[in-house]
C-alpha cells in the first residue's frame, strides 16, 4: 500500500550537517503525517519529530536539542530531516514512518516504515 524509502545517510565528521530524504510512493504524503526514527546499535528505536499532513506543525523529541528540523514538499512527495551540530551518539540507522492518519501520533504507533538510511558521526 505504501512505499517509503530513505536516502541521504553517509559518513559525516563531529559537527557537521547531514539532510535525510524520505521520499513516498502509492500514496500522497499530504494525507498523512510523517516520523523520522533512528536506532543506535544495540540501543531500542527512538522517535525525532514528526511532521502533520493537516496543518504542517512539527514535533520533536526533547532530545533532539534543536539540532534537527523537519520538513516536506509536497510537490516531490518527499519528507526531509535537516540534522545540524551532529555528535558521535547521533549514529545509527535512520527511518522514516507514515501514520495513519494526518496528526502526528504517539510514537509507536506508525504503521508502515522505509529500510533506513545509515548515519555515522565520526572523524
Known amino acids: 500500500q505504501v512505499q517509503l524509502v530513505e536516502s541521504g545517510g553517509g559518513l559525516v565528521q563531529p559537527g557537521g550537517s547531514l539532510r535525510l530524504s524520505c521520499a513516498a510512493s502509492?500514496?500522497?504524503?499530504?494525507?498523512?503525517?510523517i516520523g523520522w526514527f533512528r536506532q543506535a546499535p544495540g540501543k531500542e528505536r527512538e522517535g525525532i519529530s514528526c511532521?502533520?499532513?493537516?496543518?504542517?506543525?512539527?514535533v520533536y523529541a526533547d532530545s533532539m536539542e534543536g539540532r534537527f528540523t523537519i520538513s516536506r514538499d509536497n510537490a516531490k512527495n518527499t519528507v526531509y530531516l535537516q540534522m545540524h551540530s551532529l555528535k558521535p551518539d547521533d549514529t545509527g540507522v535512520y527511518y522514516c514512518a507514515s501514520a495513519d492518519g494526518s496528526g502526528c501520533p504517539k510514537w509507536g504507533e506508525y504503521r508502515t516504515w522505509g529500510q533506513g538510511t545509515q548515519v555515522t558521526v565520526s572523524l
Open positions: 511532521i502533520s499532513s493537516s496543518d504542517g506543525g512539527a
Open positions: 502509492r500514496f500522497t504524503l499530504d494525507n498523512y503525517a
